[in-house]
């Protein structure tokens, strides 16, 4: 573990994508207002767009939150900009734009996306662009190659997310991969997915014993929010969990 400061990430819940429902969609202006005046850090998604510009979105294809069937990567910054999160009028915020609404408000967690470990364009993207930010930043990504990245070239704190894969197979390749793979790029914390925290404790567990932090997401429900208040040093939630209730 190095010296870096993690009190502020490890203290404070981080809101996932920021406080979204049913009006103020995921990764939307709105979401992140409404994390900023509960005292949240946020949790973000960034992509490359077409023509190299950081914007804010999870998956890789819009049609799920925009409806249209297209890439986030073939798609210029003023393309993405004509589209609309879940029916409302809010479009997709560019990092700037998202950056300066938070303006060191609360803390930042930033997934840098892309799965091919060769391929950091977008995590060099984000490492140059938060050097200029004043307030608190921690990346993580699931692409390992994007952590070394971050490894070399960054002086913010940095995760390896490990997620479960759906089936055994894919289980056992994500779980062994993931946390072996944490030897190369070695994070100074694990994101792991709660849904099957128990079947990685063993290697949750070693890793912990190596120095690295645990975050757990996501929280959203109150069984799970009980869990990681028992063993993660910190963890990214939805509005189900009931942690809302608890700070009103």
Same mark, same amino acid.
């Given at each position: 573990m190095s010296d870096k400061n993690f009190d502020w990430l490890l203290n404070t819940p981080i809101a996932?994508?920021?406080?979204?429902?049913? *009006? /103020?969609?995921? =990764?939307?202006?709105?979401?992140?207002?409404?994390?900023?005046?509960?005292?949240?850090?946020?949790?973000?998604?960034?992509?490359?767009?077409?023509?190299?510009?950081?914007?804010?979105?999870?998956?890789?294809? %819009?049609?799920?939150v925009?409806? $249209?069937?297209?890439?986030?990567?073939?798609?210029?910054?003023e393309e993405l900009k004509t589209?609309?999160?879940?029916?409302?009028?809010?479009?997709?915020? *560019?990092?700037?734009?998202? %950056?300066? %609404?938070?303006?060191?408000?609360?803390?930042?967690l930033c997934e840098v996306k892309g799965i091919i470990p060769w391929d950091t364009?977008?995590?060099?993207?984000?490492?140059?662009?938060?050097?200029?930010? /004043?307030?608190?930043?921690?990346? +993580?990504?699931?692409?390992?190659?994007a952590v070394i990245c971050f490894r070399k070239h960054s002086d913010r704190p940095f995760g390896q997310l490990v997620t479960w894969g759906g089936d055994k197979l894919n289980h056992f390749v994500d779980i062994m991969g993931k946390l072996h793979l944490a030897k190369w790029s070695k994070p100074e914390f694990i994101a792991y997915d709660v849904r099957n925290y128990?079947?990685?404790?063993?290697?949750? /567990?070693?890793?912990?014993? +190596?120095?690295?932090?645990? $975050?757990?997401?996501?929280? =959203?429900?109150?069984?799970?929010?009980?869990?990681?208040r028992e063993v993660a040093d910190g963890f990214i939630f939805e509005k189900p969990c009931g942690l809302l209730d608890e700070n009103k």
């Open positions: 996932h994508r920021g406080l979204h429902d049913e *009006t /103020n969609p995921e =990764n939307s202006m709105p979401a992140f207002k409404a994390a900023i005046e509960r005292g949240f850090h946020i949790e973000i998604d960034v992509h490359l767009s077409k023509d190299n510009h950081l914007v804010v979105f999870h998956d890789a294809n %819009l049609k799920r925009c409806g $249209v069937d297209r890439k986030v990567k073939d798609c210029t910054v589209y609309r999160l879940r029916g409302t009028d809010n479009t997709i915020p *560019t990092l700037d734009e998202f %950056l300066e %609404l938070v303006d060191g408000k609360v803390g930042i364009k977008i995590a060099r993207a984000t490492v140059e662009r938060f050097k200029s930010y /004043n307030g608190n930043v921690a990346l +993580q990504s699931f692409n390992f190659g128990k079947a990685g404790e063993k290697y949750i /567990n070693k890793a912990r014993k +190596q120095g690295k932090k645990l $975050v757990l997401w996501t929280i =959203n429900s109150p069984e799970k929010l009980a869990l990681a």
